[in-house]
């Protein structure tokens, strides 16, 4: 775990971090992001002591670091920079072996584990154990240089834009690696990156600075649903929507309060309530609003004006609850050949209905947002 309590960074007068508050849980990836020189790099190189705090305190899993030897905390933090800062007069493996040597671990474990840790980073280490960092591409080198941060078995991993030079291909597969690996070595990893992509696809949480000043920490879903301001919102781009549809809810894309009706009135009522609200279909609900069926006008019109809505209703009415997502929603639809789909709370009630159309317009108000913020 990593706190940052009342940070504040000065050069000279002019200030950096304004006091700056934040909690990392253990085993969570945590994304920096934000403009250039709004002190991402400050804030990580404050977790390692590689630069002190004006004032305020940082407790690494519960420690204030201030008391600590630097070079012991730094053995027990893995750092990637950028341009992966591997040493350029030793091999990949001297390379990777430096840190857990140095801790004195056991020489047969560190070889496995540095065969091991290639391996996870897609390198094959019969064929570049003994390289130099100059014998690897710029994606190679970068992938070492994750494999070394991950050699120090710390709990804590910091890095600073590690994947910002590698061509998109190589930056996304290392991507999947890295989320792959957290989870499974579930190590606290802060990352910093100025792409918002790529935040998104790997974050468990994401912090946005502008002038050191936290904007918004929170999960990527909760940034892209919810933007705590006009900067934040400028800084995801509306169009986040249409790459990430699973974002999009049944409740986003729903016609609250549907036009319904009680199971004890008559095929008459039916009709004049259709009318009255130029609909041709009635969701039926119960006095505790619990979805019961639903009927249509198609269903009903040549009926007996008599027959209570009970006798005649679609029972088992298909439903989504209000958190499916589009990509389900649109799956149920077409699936079963329906043009409309109640949606229900926990508690079964009707919160709403979609439809075709209701689909049409929440995905259009987003394209007019598009076309407006471009
Ligand atoms: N030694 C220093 N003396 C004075 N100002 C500094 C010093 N180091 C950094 N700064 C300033 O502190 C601010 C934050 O720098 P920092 O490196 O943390 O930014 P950053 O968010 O990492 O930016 P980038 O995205 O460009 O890497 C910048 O305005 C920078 O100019
Ligand atoms: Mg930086």
Redesign the pocket.
């Known amino acids: 775990m990593i706190e940052f309590k009342d940070i504040v960074k000065k050069?000279r007068t002019?200030s950096?971090i304004n006091p700056f508050s934040l909690k990392i849980d253990a085993g969570q990836l945590v994304v920096f992001i934000?403009?250039?020189?709004?002190?991402?790099?400050?804030?990580l190189k404050m977790i390692n002591k590689l630069i002190q705090p004006t004032s305020g305190k940082i407790f690494v899993n519960g420690t204030d670091i201030s008391a600590m030897n630097p070079i012991e905390l730094r053995r027990n933090i893995g750092y990637v920079i950028q341009n992966t800062g591997l040493f350029p007069h030793m091999s990949i493996k001297e390379n990777l072996e430096l840190i857990p040597k140095l801790k004195g671990e056991d020489p047969a474990q560190i070889e496995k584990k540095t065969n091991d840790l290639l391996e996870m980073v897609g390198l094959d280490p019969k064929e570049y154990l003994n390289r130099f960092p100059k014998e690897l591409s710029g994606g190679q080198q970068q992938r070492v240089g994750v494999a070394r941060a991950f050699s120090t078995d710390s709990d804590i991993i910091l890095m600073d834009?590690p994947f910002s030079a590698l061509d998109p291909v190589t930056r996304s597969s290392l991507q999947d690696e890295l989320f792959q690996m957290q989870k499974e070595l579930n190590k606290t990893i802060v990352f910093?990156t100025?792409d918002m992509d790529e935040a998104i696809k790997i974050a468990d949480k994401i912090c946005i600075?502008k002038d050191g000043d936290i904007l918004q920490f929170d999960t990527p879903e909760n940034i892209l649903k919810n933007p705590a301001n006009d900067f934040v919102e400028g800084f995801i781009g509306k169009r986040r929507v249409w790459n990430n549809p699973e974002l999009m809810l049944a409740e986003d894309i729903m016609i609250p309060q549907p036009v319904k009706i009680t199971a004890m009135r008559t095929v008459l009522q039916a009709i004049e309530i259709m009318k009255d609200n130029k609909v041709d279909s009635l969701m039926v609900t119960d006095k505790q609003n619990v979805l019961k069926g639903l009927v249509t006008l198609k269903s009903i019109q040549l009926l007996n004006r008599n027959t209570p809505i009970e006798m005649i209703m679609e029972q088992n009415v298909l439903s989504v609850s209000q958190d499916a997502n589009l990509i389900s929603v649109l799956a149920t639809m077409n699936e079963h050949k329906i043009g409309y789909l109640p949606v229900v709370n926990s508690a079964k009630q009707l919160t709403g209905l979609i439809t075709r159309s209701s689909i049409l317009s929440a995905l259009s108000s987003q394209l007019i947002d598009l076309e407006v913020a471009f």
């Open positions: 050069y002019k950096i934000g403009p250039s020189g709004c002190g991402k790099t400050t804030l834009e910093v100025h600075l």
